[in-house]
């Protein structure tokens, strides 16, 4: 009876050791994957701000998200904004764009923007999604044809509530 009660104990250790591992390496992976997303975001080539947006008088520098891989990757390129910067995302056409905060970095507020300029929804202060569990999509009850993402509590800090006009000044490009 001894003898059964060391293999059971050493078996019950030997699964203890593997599970620690095992979480060890998990851990070590995830810390690895953000860290390579850091780098890629830290050489960001993406930098230079022609184009720009006013609101309420402010004026904030775009970055243009017009191809399909802008469209799908949006800030997820970069560390942080500025105070006054941000991604301004350009369709075609009118329509009810959804977003996520899938391999954010930091925590922004989102701006749809109708065709007729006017601002129709506004969600604040959307934390980044951690990418094993489900990211909540964000969209408006109404048709934008403009999204502007912006650092968290922008709009809360400069009073920008819906139907704020917004001006374009747009800077077309061509090239990467």
């Given at each position: ?43 960001d080539t993406i930098n230079k701000f022609p184009s ?120 077309n490009s061509t090239g990467s």
């Amino acid at each position: 009876m001894f003898a059964f009660k060391t293999q059971r104990n050493n078996l019950f250790f030997q699964i203890t050791v593997l599970l620690g591992a095992f979480s060890i390496l998990c851990l070590a992976n995830l810390f690895n994957l953000d860290y390579d997303r850091k780098i890629f975001a830290q050489n960001d080539t993406i930098n230079k701000f022609p184009s720009s947006v006013k609101i309420k008088g402010l004026h904030i520098n775009v970055t243009l998200a017009k191809t399909p891989d802008e469209l799908t990757k949006g800030l997820s390129i970069k560390n942080s904004l500025k105070e006054h910067e941000g991604m301004l995302f350009i369709f075609d056409a009118p329509k009810k764009s959804s977003f996520w905060m899938k391999d954010m970095k930091f925590p922004i507020d989102i701006i749809w923007i109708h065709p007729n300029t006017t601002i129709v929804h506004i969600e604040k202060n959307l934390q980044p999604c951690i990418s094993f569990l489900m990211c909540a999509s964000y969209s408006p009850n109404e048709l934008s044809q403009h999204v502007l993402e912006v650092n968290a509590h922008y709009t809360t800090k400069n009073n920008i509530t819906v139907g704020d006009e917004v001006e374009f000044d747009i800077v077309n490009s061509t090239g990467s």
